[in-house]
């Protein structure tokens, strides 16, 4: 199986110095057709569109995509590290304390980055990492039953 062809996907990582290979096309496009996925499901996803690929190369893909700007990276405490295709905007994420589901949530007020710190410390700020922790509608609504 092979990864349908891409054009914007291959001008995006050739745009941001990577080389375009199938494994990068097809991750990316699961990473952005997903929704807060681990690794393994990133994985999966990859294998599905092109066949087998290592989980040591998943890895430096993701690595690669996320120093390149075209992957976030999220890592709720206690949980396993999650990427997602939606980059650029400084949203912040909402995760249910029961099942584990991610949600994105956009900033709580103004424009990146979205907080100003009580105290700086005298840094630059240019990004605030938020996570709000709660349970979904469905763990709630199971909790009350």
Known sequence: MTAPSSPN???????????VTAARVALLETVRDGDHLDVEAIA??????VG?????????????????????????SGSP???EGRVGDNHHH???????VVADVDCAVGH??????????????DEAEVIYWGLC??????LSS
């Open 94 to 100: 909402v995760v249910c304390r029961s099942c584990g």
């Open 112 to 125: 990146a980055p979205c907080l100003t710190a009580s105290d700086d410390h005298g840094f630059t700020i």
């Open 52 to 76: 087998h690929v290592s989980l040591q190369a998943v890895y430096e893909a993701l690595h690669a995509l996320t120093a390149a700007g075209l992957v976030r990276r999220i890592e709720p």
């Open 9 to 19: 996907i291959a001008e995006e990582l050739r745009g941001a110095g990577l080389r």
């Open 44 to 49: 999966s996803g990859v294998r599905e569109r």
């Open 81 to 83: 590290a999650r990427f």
């Open 137 to 142: 509608p469905e763990c709630s609504a199971a």
